[in-house]
């Protein structure tokens, strides 16, 4: 029998709480500054990471934000995204959907253009040279307005048949999903569909107001349900996908301890948990370290571990067909591992 770590990697998973902007490494930030002599605060790799040291989203936040300003061409998109699917290849991905957050570029003067043509770039060579199947989410950054987000929307327009969905990330507390009612309903309007953070650092009202108000596909994150029995029956009940990320709990102390973190009583309530990484590069794993950092922590057995894998594609936004296709390969890996 192969090692748990083997195990993991072994397993076909998607990945559908990706940041694409939190893959960046400091290497890549360090070369791509170089290339568009853009200066940096940092005088090594070792100081960027040292830096990555959060008690908060918000620590988090101020320092991924400054980061991305090494991003500046569709090559760099590119670059990142090739990256990130290099890496995730050796984890087992076979299908990601990935988040981007437009308006921090756009907000720099970077084109909306620039980053999704060097996004979808690296797609289409992703599925080419590790078979890996990829899907884009537009995210709204819910501490900006209701109009910029609609504007984003706007600016999206060309490429709306290219996107998958719209998400909502960035500060959760104070802005709460109400803030979006409406530019999600014509996000719905045009086909796309819907997922949110909700629940991280927010309290379970936030979760509610995202299943009611927003009307979501799919939680990011949605930790903080679990203080309202009430909402886990309803999530249960309902079959909705939560994505989960471990180390990024741990990094924004989320939870105090790995031994705390709730994932195996999310399965064990009978909630559809997934484990992400949310943004690899700053919270130490990608995600076959996520699904072995809480395996390791909270003793989840080869059954729970198939049973995240499974959820994985469940809940993606992938077709009937493709999803069937996905669960039986994960049941022959099962059957001969
Ligand atoms: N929460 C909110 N916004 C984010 C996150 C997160 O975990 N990662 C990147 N943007
Ligand atoms: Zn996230």
């Given at each position: 029998m192969t090692d748990l770590p083997a195990f993991i990697r072994g397993l076909p998973k998607a990945e559908l709480h990706l940041h694409i902007e939190g893959s960046l490494e400091p290497e890549l930030m360090f070369a791509l500054a170089a290339r568009n002599g853009v200066a940096i605060p940092y005088g090594s790799v070792e100081e960027v990471r040292a830096a990555y040291s959060f008690s908060r989203l918000q620590d988090f936040l101020d320092i991924y934000y400054a980061g991305?300003?090494?991003?500046?061409?569709a090559a760099d998109f590119r670059d990142l995204a090739l990256a990130y699917f290099a890496r995730v290849a050796a984890d087992g991905v076979v299908h990601a959907e990935i988040m981007f957050d437009p308006q921090t570029h756009t907000a720099r003067g970077v084109p909306f253009g620039t980053v999704i043509e060097g996004l979808l770039s690296a797609m289409a060579e992703a599925e080419a040279k590790h078979g890996i199947s990829s899907a884009l989410i537009m995210c709204f950054l819910r501490h900006l307005s209701e109009e910029d987000a609609f504007a984003t929307l706007r600016a999206a327009e060309p490429w709306l048949p290219r996107i998958a969905a719209v998400g909502l990330d960035s500060s959760e507390l104070g802005h709460p999903p109400a803030k979006f009612a409406r530019v999600f309903a014509e996000a719905r309007r045009r086909g796309l569909r819907l997922v949110a953070h909700a629940g991280e650092e927010g309290p379970p009202e936030y979760v509610r107001e995202a299943l009611d108000l927003l009307g979501v596909d799919r939680l990011d994150h949605?930790?903080?349900?679990?203080?309202?029995p009430g909402l886990v029956a309803r999530l249960a009940r309902t079959g909705m996908t939560l994505t989960v990320c471990p180390l990024s709990n741990l990094k924004l102390c989320v939870?105090?301890?790995?031994?705390?973190?709730?994932i195996d009583r999310m399965l064990r309530e009978g909630l559809r948990a997934t484990v992400n990484s949310d943004d690899p590069a700053y919270f130490g794993g990608y995600v076959a370290d996520n699904y072995l950092a809480a395996a390791e922590a909270r003793g989840l057995d080869r059954r729970d571990l198939a049973a995240l894998a499974r959820n994985s594609f469940l809940g993606s936004f992938l077709p009937d067909e493709a999803v069937a296709a996905h669960l039986a390969r994960l049941d022959a890996y099962l059957a001969a591992a």
């Amino acid at each position: 029998m192969t090692d748990l770590p083997a195990f993991i990697r072994g397993l076909p998973k998607a990945e559908l709480h990706l940041h694409i902007e939190g893959s960046l490494e400091p290497e890549l930030m360090f070369a791509l500054a170089a290339r568009n002599g853009v200066a940096i605060p940092y005088g090594s790799v070792e100081e960027v990471r040292a830096a990555y040291s959060f008690s908060r989203l918000q620590d988090f936040l101020d320092i991924y934000y400054a980061g991305a300003d090494v991003l500046r061409t569709a090559a760099d998109f590119r670059d990142l995204a090739l990256a990130y699917f290099a890496r995730v290849a050796a984890d087992g991905v076979v299908h990601a959907e990935i988040m981007f957050d437009p308006q921090t570029h756009t907000a720099r003067g970077v084109p909306f253009g620039t980053v999704i043509e060097g996004l979808l770039s690296a797609m289409a060579e992703a599925e080419a040279k590790h078979g890996i199947s990829s899907a884009l989410i537009m995210c709204f950054l819910r501490h900006l307005s209701e109009e910029d987000a609609f504007a984003t929307l706007r600016a999206a327009e060309p490429w709306l048949p290219r996107i998958a969905a719209v998400g909502l990330d960035s500060s959760e507390l104070g802005h709460p999903p109400a803030k979006f009612a409406r530019v999600f309903a014509e996000a719905r309007r045009r086909g796309l569909r819907l997922v949110a953070h909700a629940g991280e650092e927010g309290p379970p009202e936030y979760v509610r107001e995202a299943l009611d108000l927003l009307g979501v596909d799919r939680l990011d994150h949605g930790n903080r349900s679990l203080e309202d029995p009430g909402l886990v029956a309803r999530l249960a009940r309902t079959g909705m996908t939560l994505t989960v990320c471990p180390l990024s709990n741990l990094k924004l102390c989320v939870v105090d301890d790995m031994a705390d973190h709730p994932i195996d009583r999310m399965l064990r309530e009978g909630l559809r948990a997934t484990v992400n990484s949310d943004d690899p590069a700053y919270f130490g794993g990608y995600v076959a370290d996520n699904y072995l950092a809480a395996a390791e922590a909270r003793g989840l057995d080869r059954r729970d571990l198939a049973a995240l894998a499974r959820n994985s594609f469940l809940g993606s936004f992938l077709p009937d067909e493709a999803v069937a296709a996905h669960l039986a390969r994960l049941d022959a890996y099962l059957a001969a591992a």
